[in-house]
């Protein structure tokens, strides 16, 4: 006879799947990290009962910074990481913490400062031996389970592997337009996009009756 510990538990896996499963989906067409931030914000509590969480991917040039907190989220570019976060990235190593631990020189940040935080725990994302992401989650009723760390990993690793690829892409495209639109010798617009511009001053001019200077 199957136990209703054992029914409780696959029920709990089954909705967690069915919510990450949504989430990804919604993540895979959006093209705006800041909108995927404040997705991942509104569901994680329901995937892995994360109330604050802040995921940092590594980009060519600096990082990108994931956050979301109660439902709201936001997503930034940075050139360096906060002392404790650069820490954490050195170090590369996941725990967990009843709170972040904090250093007179190097505080947690504000979200992972909360007294109301049960846990908060350090999750790398390596990829070939190397530290490519690094989320930060908070907890505030009870401690993570087994069950929730596997599902902040199964997150990471896709939102890690997401970002990064689609900045990538942004990037070669504004290199490419760069490249289409500017002499190569002298950094100049070249001729067409010259015109391309005159033209749509001149139409903006007519329809608006404004000089063009």
């Known amino acids: 006879m199957t136990s209703p510990h054992w029914n409780d538990r696959a029920m709990q896996q089954l909705v967690r799947y069915e919510s990450l499963f949504a989430l ?14 404040q997705a991942v914000a509104r569901q994680f509590k329901y995937i892995a009962s994360v109330v604050s969480y ?15 907190h109660r439902g709201s989220g936001h997503a930034e570019r940075v050139l360096t990481l906060s002392p404790w976060e650069a820490q954490q990235w050195q170090h590369c190593t996941p725990w967990c913490a009843p709170q972040a631990t904090r250093t007179p020189d190097a505080p947690a940040p504000e979200i992972f400062q909360d007294p109301k935080l049960t846990e908060v725990n350090v999750l790398p994302v390596v990829q ?16 993570f389970s087994a069950l929730d760390h596997r599902f902040m990993r199964l997150l990471a690793l896709y939102l890690e592997e997401r970002v990064a690829a689609l900045l990538m892409r942004q990037r070669a495209m504004e290199a490419l337009l760069s490249k289409a639109s500017t002499d190569a010798l002298t950094g100049l617009l070249n001729h067409g996009t010259i015109l391309e511009r005159l033209n749509s001053q001149l139409a903006l001019s007519r329809r608006t009756s404004l000089p063009l200077c």
Not at 27 to 34: A, K, M, P, T
Not at 61 to 67: E, S
């Open 128 to 143: 070939n031996g190397t530290c490519t992401g690094l989320l930060v989650a908070g907890a505030r009723h009870h401690p």
């Open 54 to 68: 802040r995921l940092i991917v590594k980009l060519d040039v600096g990082f990108a910074i994931l956050q979301g």
């Open 24 to 37: 990804l989906s919604e993540l895979q067409s959006q093209e705006d990290i800041s909108k995927m931030a």
